[in-house]
């Protein structure tokens, strides 16, 4: 989109304004220098970082947009993305990147204490759904017939006010499933939050979706990981690659007056952080430093 007042290209990015996606999207962003407060009254938001507006919209509207070029980008969920592809809307938009974040499984769960034990027993069972492509593109694959009706909302209670007798859901720790005394079946799709934009991006804001989407993997990139300083005995050394997990390349220092010890400088993953502490004190480490990294580049 070209700014007709400053005459520079600016980008158009659409956020969901509120929901599960509102938070990881802004945070990710402001990772990435943007100073982003969006209040409940704010649909447009203009940055003067890279020449960026956000439109803040619902998620369902975002694939539509981009494709119509309303919006250059934006950032959805890979279900959403899948959907919209397999419900034939879409030849133009296309994944750029993935984000990490809002990690969910597309499922068709059933009642616990129902007669479907197999995904065979679906035949001629009603099944609701706001996924219905892809609900209809796995029935198909899987050569059952069931009829689907769509909801857009409250999907897990459609089997209790007895409209269906399965349900195909997004799912992330279950607790909602099991709370309507559901279980799943089968897992259909894993999603994660993903950047999408236009096949054919004009050139005027692609430097700027590259520059954006750099931040973003930095980011990323860090996430998780930390830099490690820590001492050790020079015939130490060989037991560290077992203890730090993605210590491939660390880089070794000589320490003034203890000639058999050396520091060790690496960067690891955080994930099982207090275990590994443990395990450098075995061998003899001492000075251990963790710092957390905020971004990565190559
Ligand atoms: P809108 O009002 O914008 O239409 P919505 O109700 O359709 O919102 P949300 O429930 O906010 O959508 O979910 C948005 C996206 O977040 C989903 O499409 C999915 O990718 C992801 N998501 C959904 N549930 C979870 C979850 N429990 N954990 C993580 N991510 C999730
Ligand atoms: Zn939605």
Wanted: charged letters at 25%; one cysteine or more.
């Amino acid at each position: 989109m070209i700014d007709k007042l400053a005459g520079e290209p600016r980008l158009r990015v659409a956020l969901q304004k509120s929901g599960k996606l509102s938070e990881g999207s802004i945070e990710l962003l402001n990772k990435c220098n943007f100073n982003l407060h969006p209040l409940k009254n704010h649909y447009l938001i203009h940055s003067r970082e890279l020449n960026t507006d956000f439109l803040m919209v619902r998620d369902d509207d975002i694939p539509g947009f981009i494709d119509s070029r309303v919006c250059d980008i934006g950032i959805i969920g890979e279900n959403l993305f899948v959907e919209y592809q397999l419900s034939g809307r879409n030849q133009n938009v296309e994944i750029i990147s993935r984000l990490k974040f809002a990690h969910c499984r597309l499922s068709i769960a059933v009642t616990v204490d129902g007669l479907i034990k197999t995904i065979a027993d679906l035949n001629g069972k009603t099944i609701a759904t706001s996924y219905p492509a892809i609900l209809k593109d796995y029935l198909y694959k899987n050569n059952i017939s069931a009829n689907i009706i769509v909801m857009h909302g409250s999907v897990e209670l459609a089997p209790k006010i007895g409209i269906a007798q399965a349900v195909c859901d997004l799912v992330s720790t279950g607790t909602t499933l099991k709370e309507n005394g559901l279980i799943e079946l089968a897992v259909l799709l894993e999603s994660e939050a993903v950047l999408v934009g236009h096949r054919e991006c004009t050139s005027d804001v692609q430097s700027i979706i590259r520059e954006l989407d750099f931040r973003f993997q930095s980011v990323i990139k860090a996430k998780n990981k930390k830099y490690i300083m820590l001492h050790i005995e020079k015939a130490k050394l060989g037991l560290l690659k077992d203890i730090l997990p993605g210590c491939e390349a660390p880089t070794i220092l000589e320490l003034h007056g203890y000639p058999d010890k050396v520091v060790v400088h690496v960067v690891s993953e955080d994930t099982l952080f207090w275990n590994t502490i443990t395990n450098l004190k075995k061998i003899g480490a001492s000075s251990i430093l963790s710092i957390a990294i905020e971004k990565m580049m190559d």
